[in-house]
């Protein structure tokens, strides 16, 4: 990890009368088109990047619907993934409902080594940020989509681990619906949610706002943060267009990280009680589909403008401000071809990325004007046949990185180009009505971010593109009402881009600063394994667990288990939906204990602890209206799953937590 400003967050609020004003003109419908009259398909974007066809439905993939998401009575899609995906997530460095998800066990870059979308259009960007999974409007989600493994073909840069498609609804014909949510919680927690969309003939638009204060578990380590995101599309029985407006302003205050012995006395404790930051985000879509015969066409156009402040204050030392101001511009035009002939239907694919993107730095240690382009071109072919699908692709990217830092000791200039290729093979094949098989195979790339290349070991000289061999083979076996898949899979990397804290300016009394570096070979392997089953009328049981070894396989560390990685993970959820208008959810889950962040060694005399959390959900309705509690840690478990030093560095995950809330659906 490098310094945490270069992480942080960014200003205030503009007024939501504004973004308002706004929506009825700039925006995209997160909810079902219709035409004359007619229900036209569902629009989703899926394994190729094309509305879904049912026959080549994403293979292997993990899906959690709207109906989950309400039962279990989540308030973001962080918290979806985490908690009905039983995806492992470790609270962020600021303690703000967005934590650092993790496919696979690739530990503190897990965020740089999965690839997040939102309706196709990438969130994940040149910077060790996280995606602000928590600004998207969580009545809006129509389901998510979850695809674990080498996903490079289609989505490039970073998607070693996998790929999280949120696909968002769409609106009613000649209809007008919403929603209107408030909650209030333990440690000062209030947040009101409200959306609204409007349908008729082909056009719709909807908007939709939140807001959420909280003072958080931690002393100084309240968040506020107010979203607004809307849309208007047309459609027809020929395709769609419509354009989108989202805008995120959060402001939070850094607890920091704790000693052991901090820990354990008082895991509320801050060690920062100045320090602060704040992040601001504006994104600006337009999208057209159009259907051509057997020929399908389309594109969007993303741009993507935030600021992003801190603070951090050094006692003696004085105080660090910083300023990153960033701009982002993506185009993906792409093309596929749907053809049938005999018993065959065929799926091809291609499309381009063009993305460029730029940050300045305001701050006492760097002054960097910073740039990265990047264009690829990707082919992709999938064949249907009775039972059987086949499937093979390719992608070519070319990066064009630029830095210029004239700040004082700083090694952050350089221009370099970079090329990576990637490629996958993977197949299905249906034994029986209730069973079935598949393998993938391929590689999958990721390039070093700009904060990951401004801190290296060599002076102005950015990391070697990082690349993996990827294989996976699979199985599920059963129907709707109960349903288990099974997982193996191995990751093969070369370069492995991280953060050694033995590398960089080394003193024989205050130890070494730590580097960027590209890592000796390394692996990861293992099992998922996911079952859900209808134990009756009401009641439906569903667990994920998953087992992963992460290990250097050579160099100097060969043998070594990589850090911050449990070696086992599993959660279980058992919903109760009575046809009486109530319902309850309630979950527990289970991480492995794992090494400290730095451990390359193996030699911490200690490890981050396991530990179980359980959370549970109660509500009734009453005609429109829903009242319902929520619990979260509800044993009171004082744990944590991060932390960057042996017995130090530690960001506890929140106690016990109780909200009541209050739903009414117009």
């Keep these: 990890m490098i310094f945490p400003i270069l992480t942080s967050r960014a200003p205030a609020w503009k007024p939501l009368a504004l973004a308002s004003a706004l929506s009825a003109c700039i925006i995209a419908p997160a909810f079902a088109q219709t035409n004359n009259g007619k229900t036209l398909p569902p629009v989703v974007v899926t394994a190729s990047r094309f509305a879904n066809d049912p026959a080549f439905s994403p293979i292997g993939a993990t899906v959690i619907t709207a109906e989950e998401i309400r039962i279990a009575g989540v308030d973001n899609v962080n918290q979806a993934i985490r908690k009905i995906g039983g ?98 919680g333990q ?140 701009k982002q511009t993506q185009f993906s035009p792409r093309v596929r071809h749907l053809s049938t002939m005999g018993g065959l239907t065929n799926e091809l694919v291609t499309g381009l990325d063009f993305i460029h993107w730029n940050r300045v730095t305001d701050s006492a240690f760097s002054q960097a004007d910073t740039s990265q382009k990047s264009k690829a071109l990707y082919l992709r072919d999938e064949l249907k046949w009775g039972q059987s699908r086949v499937a093979i692709g390719v992608r070519h990217e070319v990066f064009d990185k630029d830095s210029n830092d004239p700040a004082p000791f700083s090694t952050a200039t350089y221009s370099k180009s970079q090329s990576f290729n990637a490629w996958e093979l993977q197949g299905s094949h249906a034994v029986t009505p209730l069973l079935s098989l598949f393998a993938k195979t391929g590689q999958s790339y990721r390039v070093a971010n700009a904060d990951e290349n401004g801190y290296t070991v060599f002076a102005n000289e950015p990391l070697k593109g990082q690349t993996s061999h990827d294989l996976e083979l699979g199985g599920s076996f059963g129907n709707a009402e109960q349903k288990i898949s099974a997982r193996l899979f191995q990751h093969r990397l070369k370069n492995e881009i991280f953060f050694d804290p033995t590398a960089g300016f080394c003193d024989p009394l205050y130890g070494c600063s730590g580097a960027n570096v590209n890592l000796d070979p390394t692996k990861r392997q293992g099992i998922e394994i996911e079952a859900k089953m209808r134990l009756a009328t009401a009641f439906t049981l569903s667990a994920s667990l998953q087992h992963v070894s992460a290990k250097f396989t050579d160099g100097a560390n060969a043998g070594n288990e990589m850090v911050m990685v449990p070696k086992n993970t599993a959660s279980v959820r058992l919903s109760w939906l009575p046809a009486d208008g109530q319902s309850a959810d309630i979950g527990a889950q289970w991480v492995d204990s794992q090494r400290y962040g730095g451990d390359f060694a193996n030699n911490c005399a200690a490890s981050i602890p396991s530990f179980v959390t359980l959370d549970g959900r109660y509500a009734k309705r009453f005609g429109p209206w829903e009242l319902a509690v929520t619990g979260m840690n509800l044993t009171d478990k004082h744990y944590f799953s991060n932390a960057y030093g042996c017995k130090s560095g530690i960001y506890p995950g929140a106690g016990r937590q109780l909200k009541v809330s209050v739903r009414y659906d117009f």
């Design 87 to 184: 995806v492992y997530g470790r609270q962020n460095s600021f303690g703000t409902q967005d934590f650092d998800l993790d496919l696979r066990g690739f530990g503190t870059n897990s965020s740089q080594n999965m690839v997040v979308l939102v309706d196709g259009v990438r969130l994940s960007e040149n910077e060790l940020s996280v995606a602000l999974l928590s600004s998207i409007p969580i009545d809006t989600v129509e389901r998510i989509e979850i695809m674990r493994g080498g996903s490079s073909v289609l989505y490039g840069d970073g998607a070693t681990g996998g790929v999280i498609q949120i696909i968002t609804k769409r609106a009613q014909l000649d209809a007008t619906h919403g929603s209107v949510t408030a909650e209030i």
């Design 187 to 326: 440690f000062n927690h209030k947040a009101i949610r409200a959306s609204v969309a409007k349908g008729w003939g082909g056009f719709a638009l909807d908007a939709n706002v939140s807001k959420l204060e909280s003072d958080n578990y931690r002393n100084n380590n309240a968040v506020d943060q107010q979203n607004f995101s809307g849309g208007a599309q047309w459609a027809s029985k020929e395709g769609r267009a419509g354009v989108r407006i989202d805008i995120a302003r959060q402001d939070a205050r850094f607890a920091g990280g704790l000693s052991l012995e901090d820990f354990e006395k008082n895991p509320r404790k801050t060690v920062t009680p100045n320090d602060y930051g704040s992040i601001d985000t504006d994104r600006y879509t337009a999208f057209i589909e159009r259907n051509l015969g057997n020929w399908d066409v389309a594109a969007e156009l993303s741009h993507r403008e935030r600021t992003a402040k801190a603070l951090y204050d050094f006692g003696s030392f004085g105080t660090s401000a910083s300023t990153y101001t960033g």
